[in-house]
């Protein structure tokens, strides 16, 4: 499985930043997929997250409002709309794919990372 994430950049705050991901190599049955973020200094936190194939969405509460998460079915990218960014979201993004298999087995899969940063 590979996750290749890009569009991140460096923007003001208040400005907006698409990230988008592409999945390939696998084929799964149950799995969903998100985005996480980690700022130096601190762990990796869940920022969004979406059930691939019901849409169900999920998010952290501080970015409510602010950021969208979708995914295209067909072309199985995965994206994240910032809007409203604010400093504290400066943060390395990570791609996430996690999949739920026979018997309760989980594995999870991640992208490569792309740099958001957010001036004042």
């Known amino acids: 499985v590979q996750l290749q994430a890009s569009g991140g950049g460096l923007v003001q705050a208040g400005g907006s930043l698409r990230l988008s991901c592409a999945a390939s190599?696998?084929?799964?049955?149950?799995?969903?997929m998100g985005w996480f973020r980690q700022s130096p200094g601190k762990e990796r936190e869940f920022v969004a997250g979406i059930i691939w194939s019901g849409g169900t969405t999920y998010y952290l509460n501080s970015v409510k409002g602010r950021f969208t998460i979708s995914r295209d079915y067909a072309k199985n990218t995965l994206s994240l709309l910032m809007n409203s960014l604010k400093p504290e979201d400066t943060a390395v993004y990570y791609c996430?794919?996690?999949?739920?298999?026979?018997?309760?087995?989980?594995?999870?899969?991640w992208g490569q990372g792309t740099q958001v940063t957010v001036l004042q």
């Open positions: 996430n794919l996690h999949v739920t298999g026979a018997g309760g087995s989980v594995n999870d899969y």
């Open positions: 190599g696998g084929t799964f049955s149950s799995y969903g």
